[in-house]
C-alpha cells in the first residue's frame, strides 16, 4: 500500500504502528480488488484499440503493455482471491499481525470484489447480504462506508463511516449489475437528486453544488454535510449517469442474449 489510499486514516484505524510498518507490510483490500477490476477493464480497452487502424503503429507496443499489466493484475487478484476465501466479505486493510474489518463490515473493497468474474455469484450474493443488513438498512441514499463510527484513539470518532459516498455506492452498483440488474437499477434509483429531494427537502442539493458525500443516518445531519458555504464535487454529478449509460448497455446485452 505504501502511501495509497488509507493513509491518512490510518492514524484512526491502527495503534502503535510505525511509517516503516506501514510502508513494509500494509495492505489494503480496497487497493488490491480496485486494482484487479481497473486493470483488467484498462487492458481490455487497449487490446480493442490496438485492433482498430489508428493504433496499427503501436500494436506491438500495447500489446507489450497489456500483457505487462495482466501479469500484475493476475497476481494481485489471486493475493486479494486467496484472502477473502469463502467469507461472505472482504477485510478492509491490515498492518503487521493488526487486521481492521475482520468482524466489522467496510463497504471500500465489497464494490469492487462484487466486479469480479472470478467470484462466483452464490458468494457475491452472501456479499450483497451483509452490505444490505450491515451498512444499507435503514439508509435512504444508499450504502454508507462502514457498519459502525470507528473510534479514534486520539479523541473524536471517524466520521467517514458514517458517510454516504457516491464514489462507493457507484461501483457498487456496476457490481450488483453482473448478477443482478433489476436490484442494481433500483440502487441506482436511491442515490439520485430526485430521492434526495423528496427525502430532504429541507436540504438543497442542486446541478452546482454538491459534496462528494453526506451524513447517513448514524449522523445528526443525515442528507447533508453541514458546511457555511457550497460545495462542488463532480462525483455526485457524474456517477448516476455513469451508472445509468452502464446499465443501459447491460440491459441490451442482456436483451440480446435473450
Known amino acids: 500500500m505504501r502511501y495509497t489510499d488509507w493513509n491518512d486514516e490510518a492514524f484512526y484505524l491502527f495503534k502503535n504502528v510505525s511509517y516503516s510498518d506501514f510502508w513494509g507490510t500494509a495492505e489494503s483490500h480496497l487497493d488490491s480488488a480496485m486494482a484487479a477490476v481497473v486493470l483488467t477493464n484498462l487492458a481490455t480497452q487497449l487490446d480493442r484499440a490496438a485492433a482498430t487502424a489508428p493504433f496499427a503503429q503501436q500494436r506491438t507496443r500495447i500489446e507489450r503493455v497489456t500483457k505487462s499489466m495482466m501479469l500484475f493484475q493476475n497476481a494481485v487478484q489471486a493475493a486479494f482471491l486467496k484472502e477473502l476465501g469463502d467469507r461472505s466479505f472482504s477485510r478492509r486493510c491490515r498492518v503487521r499481525e493488526q487486521i481492521v474489518g475482520e468482524d466489522v463490515l467496510f463497504l471500500e473493497p465489497q464494490v469492487y470484489a462484487l466486479q469480479m468474474p472470478a467470484i462466483g455469484v452464490a458468494q457475491k450474493e452472501r456479499i450483497l447480504g451483509e452490505i444490505r443488513n450491515r451498512v444499507s438498512k435503514g439508509e435512504v441514499m444508499g450504502a454508507r462506508l462502514g457498519e459502525k463510527l470507528i473510534e479514534n484513539p486520539y479523541g473524536d470518532p471517524m466520521f467517514a463511516t458514517g458517510l454516504f459516498w457516491w464514489a462507493l455506492n457507484g461501483p457498487l452498483i456496476l457490481g450488483v449489475d453482473t448478477f443482478d440488474h433489476q436490484s442494481a437499477r433500483k440502487m441506482l434509483h436511491q442515490m439520485t437528486f430526485a430521492n434526495h429531494a423528496r427525502n430532504f ?23 447533508t454535510i453541514p458546511s457555511p458555504f457550497p460545495a462542488y464535487c463532480g462525483h455526485a454529478h457524474a456517477w448516476p449517469l455513469y451508472c445509468y449509460y452502464r446499465l443501459r448497455e447491460s440491459r441490451k446485452t442482456m436483451n440480446r442474449i435473450d
Open 201 to 223: 427537502p429541507d436540504y438543497w442539493e442542486g446541478y452546482w453544488t454538491a459534496s462528494d458525500a453526506m451524513g447517513s443516518s448514524l449522523m445528526p445531519f443525515e442528507g
